[in-house]
């Protein structure tokens, strides 16, 4: 659409209309990180022993001298050398002590620590021992659900438009996140989160959208990258509303009670031109750009569009990518890097409770490291360029994450702030890494394929997302502290490779990005040919003049966080 990035730069890339449509698109990010990480407090899974068959004052905590004997009388030592007693095994001993057998039978109920957690989801339901892996299962469950919300709502807002397509999300989303609250067994609670993340999906990705396409090309990666700040808002917040309550319950409501409040969209966000004008609607789309410019303090035409200034952008498919060696191998490393970046970040969040130290301390701590992460890449994205950047971040924070194994194996629990600090160094390599990626990526897939191509990474990106859990619960099916230390070993091992890996792909700092499949083919190439510099029109700044902006493409975008 030449015509409308034509009138975008007349009525300013980035004026107040559009800087108030982003803020408002940048609220639900916030809530975004809400729903998709407060499965830390759903489904955290507290300190719990056996309970006293016939004894029911039994706490986790000792009340007495008798009450000791007694735990120590009726469970087994626990195997796990983090842990005193058996989680889910006690002797088969009558309770007066006449019997000294050393049989060991499953119980069928348990006594919770209530230190870090009053009560969970899982607490509630005792999803633990035999069922233990029925959390990551959940968060499993979770995160198809934004896979298939993504794909089945990115389909809905292409036919009935951006905004009903938010504004069926906010609804969808405030109903779900309710009716968790009330979920009376583990079935209804998986059901009701698949909702939850289907929704969560289509929420932020439309919002995105209309943002997105009201902006100009040059401030897309700015605009893309301040989002993510939003994001990290969310995730201190959350850490601090876990603190205030300590109840699965009231967090749940306190996250998706204000959810209400993005109803009123309707009237404060408009649709987006882009789609309309790819509807035919172009008389719509000219009175938001006469607002647009109202606001702007610009003046322009009344008609500044007309059905006969509107081309068809040339298109392709998402095979094409794999249609030659160089796209095929470029593009299964796009690929990967997404996967595992998504799956570290997601990762190292869940995996919190496993560090050591304060819980709540350390999970608000991972929401802090991500502010000087995206600082950074705001600072040296135009500066180093993306492939130096991203490497680094990758490998650093790769490593920074498998060097944990020894605080963690070899030393006491005096030497755990270098755990958590090294944990922390970690997140803050892949956090700046997934705003990266999503930059860098878009810039080396083709203009023609561009939509597909990151469509296609959003999906590697979410199937990262859905095996997070299980390598965060690595801990409790290995025992002891190298149970706690493997996830992060995983992690960082993955973005290692993914780091490395990702030296292969060009860089696209200052560079003419690809138009076309046959552009794509010979981009990155150490000595480009005249034809192919002259085709996609650079200027005198090594910038494509026809299309793009130093940072920005014409195509939107829309993965970040989701």
């Not at 009716?179 to 439309?206: E, N």
Request: aromatic share 12%; with cysteine.
């Amino acid at each position: 659409m030449e015509r409308f990035k034509e009138v975008v730069n007349i009525i300013g890339e980035f004026g107040l209309y559009q800087k108030r449509i982003y803020l408002l698109i940048c609220l639900p990010s916030i809530f975004s990180a809400f729903i998709m990480l407060n499965t830390v407090f759903l489904l955290g899974i507290p300190q719990h022993r056996c309970a006293i068959p016939g004894y029911p004052n039994d706490t986790f905590a000792v009340q007495s001298p008798s009450h000791k004997a007694l735990i120590n009388r009726l469970i087994p030592p626990s195997t796990d050398e983090t842990l005193d007693y058996a989680k889910c095994e006690l002797y088969d001993r009558t309770l007066d002590g006449d019997d000294n057998s050393t049989d060991l039978k499953e119980c069928s109920d348990w006594v919770y620590d209530k230190t870090v957690f009053i009560n969970t989801f899982t607490s509630e339901q005792n999803i633990v021992c035999k069922d233990k892996l029925g959390t990551a299962n959940s968060q499993m469950i979770f995160f198809f659900g934004v896979l298939t919300g993504a794909f089945v709502l990115g389909t809905i807002s292409d036919v009935i438009g951006r905004k009903k397509t938010l504004c069926l999300s906010f609804l969808l989303l405030f109903g779900t996140t309710l009716a968790v609250s009330w979920a009376p067994d583990f079935i209804t609670f998986c059901i009701l989160r698949f909702l939850v993340g289907a929704s969560c999906a289509g929420m932020f990705m439309t919002a995105f959208v209309i943002g997105m396409e009201l902006v100009g090309p040059s401030k897309r990666v700015f605009a893309g990258i301040i989002v993510d700040f939003f994001f990290a808002i969310g995730t201190v917040l959350l850490g601090a509303i876990g603190y205030a309550f300590k109840e699965w319950k009231y967090i749940e409501i306190t996250c998706s009670a204000p959810i209400a409040m993005f109803l009123l969209y309707w009237w404060l966000v408009p649709e987006s031109p882009r789609w309309l004008i790819s509807q035919g609607r172009i008389e719509e789309a000219n009175k938001i750009i006469q607002k647009a410019a109202k606001v702007n303090k610009i003046t322009i035409p009344e008609k500044i569009l007309t059905a006969d200034s509107i081309e068809e952008p040339e298109t392709g498919r998402l095979w094409h990518l794999f249609a030659s060696r160089v796209l095929l191998v470029r593009t299964l490393i796009i690929f990967f890097n997404w996967l595992v970046v998504v799956m570290g970040y997601y990762g190292l969040s869940l995996n919190t409770g496993n560090l050591g130290g304060d819980f709540y301390v350390n999970f608000m701590v991972s929401g802090l490291v991500e502010f000087p992460a995206y600082t950074l890449c705001l600072i040296l994205l135009d500066r180093v360029g993306r492939r130096l950047l991203h490497a680094t971040c990758m490998i650093s924070g790769g490593i920074a994450c498998i060097i944990t194994i020894f605080p963690m194996l070899y030393a006491d629990e005096s030497l755990e702030p270098i755990t958590i600090t090294l944990a922390m160094l970690g997140k803050v390599g892949i956090s700046a890494a997934f705003a990266i990626i999503y930059v860098w990526s878009a810039e080396l897939f083709p203009t023609v394929v561009r939509n597909s191509g990151m469509g296609a990474s959003s999906s590697c990106a979410r199937i990262g997302g859905m095996i997070a859990p299980y390598i965060a619960d690595l801990s409790k099916v290995v025992e002891g502290n190298l149970g706690r230390a493997l996830p992060l070993v995983i992690f960082g091992g993955a973005s290692v490779v993914a780091g490395v890996m990702s030296l292969w792909l060009p860089e696209t700092k200052s560079r003419a990005l690809p138009e076309t499949i046959e552009d794509g083919k010979r981009f990155g190439k150490k000595n480009p040919s005249e034809k192919y510099e002259s085709k996609l029109g650079v200027d005198n700044k090594g910038y494509d003049s026809n299309s793009t902006a130093p940072n920005g493409t014409d195509s939107v975008y829309t993965v970040t966080k989701m």
